[in-house]
């Protein structure tokens, strides 16, 4: 029998880490909320993979979709037309409504993001970009620079004129303030970053609608209306980078719902086909749109548009349509936010739950004083470090729960079909495995 663990470990590049450090588990089968690896053990899927299968695992009506397409043809270049192609994009028009218009689709979260800021580029003719420190947008290029956290720095120096602001991020307000005595000023302070460098060279702002990998942090209310004030201020576009968010993890298509204002581009990626075949997205407001009738796009490869993907997303929607998923999630938000608060009464290393629809975080803290958190940026690249949020979630994976951890935030997007009796399954496990976090408390 082929030991293909051995083998990918010899062959295989893992993104994200040190190849002597691999530890591979190879999955054998997968169906709805859950996944069995090649020893016959099964895991109750807590974070969707990459807060990417959306829809579960191994949904007849998504693969069939995709079966359908490939039976008439793989590929065809985004020269030609593709029936799913038009359908797909036919589809995010009217979910997204009147304020948007045409979609480029590409194949990664990275791809997304990095068409909308060169669209942003062009759009304006400025060059400078703004994102935040608590960020990722991607591997490649730009999107790499925009990143906020510490996987940017080897990559470094990069492209010119990436700059970085603060967060909202409440509970580690890099202001010292409190909210709403605050008065927003971190969204108040990229006006000043904007006035600082020249309105006449800053081209977009770019963030998460809900921060992701970096901890899960929604902002307040005030925040993003505050910021497309700005924007509209100073001719500045704004991209929602809904990568993570979209398409129904927060109980709304769009996590920029909630905040009652509307950005120039969005991105999206992993939801849109529930990344059973991969596609990605960038979505133009009206306006910028129509400013490409009579300008050139200058965008485009091999994948763009790719029949199978858009196949995949048109099926995810529509299977999340039928079985009103959107609207599960927003219901499962009552359940996942009561049972964490009830979890963090009881846990003493808890010092925050944060989230919205089936996206949460809970933040890990050492310190109930200082707040001092139990893991840092810097843990993860320090060879054979293992930080106790990663012990927690090691814990967990032996008892059959997966779910992602990063910095000091152990990571919950399970699934948007997940029923309330299988949330408090896995929270049990969780619940018992936070005994470790607990006994590194100092204070």
């Known amino acids: 029998m082929e030991d293909y663990a051995q083998m990918e470990k010899e062959y295989v590049m893992r993104p994200w880490m040190c190849q002597a450090d691999v530890r591979v588990n ?10 069995w690896d090649k020893a016959g053990k099964k895991y109750t899927d807590f974070s969707s993979q990459l807060m990417s299968s959306s829809c579960g695992h191994n949904v007849k009506e998504i ?3 995709i079966i359908e397409q490939l039976n008439k043809y793989a590929y065809v270049t985004s020269g030609l037309g593709s029936e799913a192609r038009a359908k797909l994009g036919k589809m995010i028009a009217d979910i997204t409504g009147p304020n948007y218009k045409r979609t480029f ?3 990664s979260g990275t791809e997304a993001n990095e068409a909308a800021v060169k669209a942003a580029k062009w ?3 400025k060059y400078k970009l703004i994102s ?16 906020g956290d510490p996987r940017r720095y080897p990559n470094e120096p990069g492209y010119p004129g990436v700059l970085h602001g603060p967060d909202c ?5 890099p202001f010292k303030l409190e909210y709403p005595k605050c008065d927003i000023l971190c969204a108040r302070y990229i006006g000043d970053m904007i006035r600082y460098e020249s309105k006449e060279s800053v081209a977009a702002i770019i963030t998460e609608s809900i921060v992701g990998s970096n901890g899960i942090i929604p902002p307040v209310k005030e925040y993003f209306p505050m910021l497309r004030e700005i924007c509209d201020k100073y001719n500045v576009v704004l991209i929602a980078d809904e990568v993570m968010t979209g398409f129904g993890r927060t109980g709304k298509w769009f996590a920029f719902e909630h905040y009652n204002y509307n950005p120039d581009i969005i991105t999206s990626a992993k939801n849109i086909s529930a990344t059973y075949v991969p596609l990605a997205g960038t979505t133009y407001s009206k306006k910028i749109s129509d400013y490409f009738e009579d300008h050139w796009f200058v965008e485009g490869h091999t994948f763009a548009g790719h029949p199978l993907g858009c196949a995949a997303g048109v099926a995810t929607i529509n299977y999340m ?17 009561k049972r964490l608060n009830e979890i963090k009464a009881c846990h003493k290393s808890v010092g925050d739950v944060r989230g919205k629809g089936l996206f949460w975080g809970i933040e890990l803290i050492k310190n109930t004083i200082t707040k001092e958190q139990m893991g840092t940026r810097e843990d993860r ?13 090691g814990e967990c994976m032996r008892n059959g729960v997966f779910f992602l951890q990063m910095i000091s935030t152990l990571l919950f997007a399970p699934p948007l079909s997940i029923n309330e009796k299988q949330i408090n399954e896995a929270l049990d496990v969780v619940d018992i495995a936070l005994e470790i976090s607990d006994k590194e408390v100092v204070a």
């Open 132 to 147: 935040r420190y608590q960020s990722f947008h991607g591997a490649t290029g730009i999107a790499m620079m925009l990143t």
């Open 169 to 173: 991020y409440c509970y580690r307000c």
């Open 105 to 107: 689709f590409s194949s």
């Open 321 to 337: 349509k039928k079985n009103k998923l959107v609207e599960n999630a927003a219901k499962m938000e009552k359940v996942m936010e």
């Open 381 to 393: 690249f320090i060879r054979g470090h293992v930080s106790i949020p990663a012990k927690v979630a």
């Open 63 to 65: 693969n069939d979709g």
């Open 26 to 35: 190879i999955i054998d089968r997968a169906e709805g909320i859950y996944f």
């Open 123 to 125: 759009y304006t003719g």
